[in-house]
């Protein structure tokens, strides 16, 4: 299994209050993805990163900001949480040597 | 604006029965991946098809990519209850780097 760690696994928060998830890999991978699971949307792009320093938003991604300022690290950052942003996050990470996306586990969102 | 459709979006069929779950695409793209995802779990790969005319297949899972039709499926032959997940395709775009997905195939195996 690839080594992707995302933590928290399960937050509950309030309306109003900041978050941040993160995402670990031990792959070297170039890329890393966050993504969100709603039912009947499936998966939706939120940010991704091909590089240190190098992000480039997705389908879903007004409310969340990312920063990559290490290989490993992913950082997804809600500034202010809403109701509409409960869900589950995934992480995923890419390579040009590994053609196809490796997922975390995911972390568990509740925005009360 | 890219769309990744699957259809059925959820399926109940007979232990034994065959099935096909299709995945169509509205952007050119060489490579499809399919994935199971069962309850409160990650995303699992199943099948990386890289070209045209690609198939591949493991157990009772096959799957194929026809890339100027812009179609993919997913067959499962004589379903058993361990099938019973929820599947995704996904397109790569824009030199491979970006993934989208379809909304998913809820499958369930009746014993």
């Known amino acids: 299994d690839a080594g992707i760690t995302q933590s928290p696994r399960h937050k509950v928060t309030e309306t109003g209050t900041p978050v941040t998830l993160r995402c670990h890999q031990t792959?070297?991978?170039?890329?890393m993805y966050w993504y969100r699971q709603d039912p009947g949307h499936g998966l939706r792009l939120i940010h991704y990163s091909y590089g240190v320093k190098d992000t480039d938003k997705g389908e879903v991604s007004d409310g969340y900001s990312v920063s990559r300022s290490k290989t490993e690290d992913f950082l997804l950052t809600l500034e202010s949480a809403t109701s509409s942003q409960t869900s589950v996050y995934f992480c995923?990470?890419?390579?040009?040597?590994?053609?196809?996306?490796?997922f975390g586990e995911g972390s568990r969102l509740t925005v009360l | 604006e890219l769309k990744v459709e699957q259809n059925p979006l959820f399926l109940s069929m007979q232990e034994g029965k065959n099935y096909t779950i299709y995945c169509n695409y509205s952007?050119?793209?060489?490579?499809l991946y399919w994935y199971r995802q069962d309850p409160g779990k990650s995303l699992e790969s199943l099948f990386v098809l890289l070209s045209n005319g690609a198939v591949k297949q493991e157990g009772r899972l096959m799957a194929s990519l026809d890339t100027k039709a812009r179609l993919s499926t997913l067959h499962i032959t004589a379903a058993v209850h361990d099938l019973s997940a929820t599947y995704f395709c996904a397109v790569a775009v824009y030199n491979f780097n970006k993934f989208y997905f379809g909304s998913g195939t809820k499958l369930n195996v009746k014993p």
């Open positions: 995923a990470i890419s390579d040009a040597t590994a053609p196809e996306l490796f």
């Open positions: 792959e070297n991978h170039r890329y």
């Open positions: 952007t050119t793209s060489d490579r």
